[in-house]
């Protein structure tokens, strides 16, 4: 079982910048796609940005193309996501997730483990 736990968020003024990380463990994490999901109240839960286990491809959502960084460090079984240039909208409860599969990670559907998430709420 693949245990993974968020953390970093926070409440951050428009404008600010927040880094979440997500530490995995039980699992063989330099394999799996990982993804970073947010959900905001009264909505569905949507597509952030993904990265391969092999760092050679990353995914943005239209929204945070440009402003959001995914990265991961295999040694320390763990993803990031940089955000910067926050905005209102951004506020939500943030996911991580991992993919075992060859998968795009485009999709909810395609995960196999999530986080239990961190709240990011932007002031403005």
């Known amino acids: 079982q693949v245990l993974l736990v968020e953390s970093g968020g926070g409440l951050v003024q428009v404008g600010g910048s927040l880094r979440l990380s997500c530490a995995a463990s039980?699992?063989?994490?330099?394999?799996?796609?990982m993804g970073w999901f947010r959900q905001a109240p009264g909505k569905e839960r949507e597509f952030v940005a993904t990265i391969s286990w092999s760092f050679t491809n990353t995914y943005y959502s239209d929204s945070v193309k440009g402003r959001f960084t995914i990265s991961r460090d295999n040694a320390k079984n763990t993803v990031y996501l940089q955000m910067d240039s926050l905005k209102p909208e951004d506020t939500a409860v943030y996911y991580c997730a991992a993919a075992r599969r060859l998968v795009a990670g485009r999709e909810a559907t395609q995960y196999d483990y999530w986080g239990q998430g961190t709240q990011v709420t932007v002031s403005s």
């Open positions: 039980g699992g063989t994490f330099s394999t799996y796609r």
